[in-house]
């Protein structure tokens, strides 16, 4: 079965610096990965997608990369912020028979230090 | 854009009690998804609708487990005969029909058997 894994369960940095996560799967790779963030007690929030034959995606002062070869994604944040403070979550859509199955890896909290 | 929304926000009850929880999907959002949470892991998936068609239940839906969305719109995930394993946050998540679609959460219903 398709396993996730995202790099820490912990990061802290300190504010202004680039934060990156990584998200690590195995088998085959999905049809597209998406980021989430979720701050306590609360549900997830999209944050970007990014499709199987693309390499990278942006958003203000996000970045998601995507290798297939190395089944690999890496989040960044630039100049990170205290506000960043939160778990992110890797999501793959595995897509199969009619269904739209996101597996969601088990997140990295990630915390910026003023 | 009301967002998604659940209810209630926390139940607590009794091992061996029944309890329903209800999701309020994006109006025009036909897809609804559920999925529970337990502390430190991400939200693992649980059943799905499109319309008011079951789709999809994951085999960690036990028999104890039943999901209803009757009008395509709202929808309720009942559990039966809670187990103190059953504690957990369930969350509901709803998107458009379509490819490479994100997924738009609620805050979820945060369960505690007693």
């Known amino acids: 079965s398709q396993k996730i894994e995202q790099n820490s369960e912990a990061l802290n940095i300190q504010e202004g610096k680039t934060a990156t996560l990584t998200c690590n799967y195995t088998?085959?790779?999905?049809?597209?990965l998406q980021w989430y963030r979720q701050d306590p007690g609360r549900g997830p929030v999209f944050l970007l997608l990014?499709?199987?034959?693309?390499k990278e995606k942006r958003k203000e002062r996000l970045k998601v990369t995507f290798d297939t070869t190395l089944k690999q994604s890496l989040f960044h944040i630039t100049a990170s912020q205290p506000a960043d403070s939160a778990t992110y979550l890797c999501?793959?859509?595995?897509?199969?028979?009619?269904?739209?199955?996101?597996?969601f890896g088990s997140g990295t909290r990630l915390s910026i230090r003023p | 854009d009301t967002g998604v929304s659940q209810d209630p926000r926390h139940k607590i009850t009794k091992r061996g009690q029944n309890v329903t929880f209800r999701c309020d999907p994006i109006?025009?959002?036909?897809?609804l998804y559920w999925y529970r949470q337990t502390l430190g892991q991400g939200p693992e998936f649980l059943t799905y609708?499109?319309?008011?068609?079951?789709?999809?239940k994951s085999r960690l839906l036990s028999d104890r487990f039943s999901a209803e969305r009757p009008k395509g719109s709202f929808s309720t995930l009942e559990i039966q005969r809670t187990e103190q394993g059953d504690s957990a946050m369930y969350l509901c998540?709803?998107?458009?029909?379509?490819?490479?679609?994100?997924?738009?959460f609620g805050d979820g219903t945060r369960l505690s058997i007693l």
């Open positions: 109006s025009e959002h036909n897809r």
């Open positions: 998540a709803s998107s458009p029909q379509g490819n490479n679609q994100p997924q738009h």
């Open positions: 999501a793959l859509d595995m897509r199969y028979s009619s269904a739209s199955k996101i597996i």
């Open positions: 088998n085959y790779s999905p049809a597209y």
């Open positions: 609708f499109q319309n008011e068609a079951q789709l999809e």
């Open positions: 990014i499709r199987e034959n693309e």
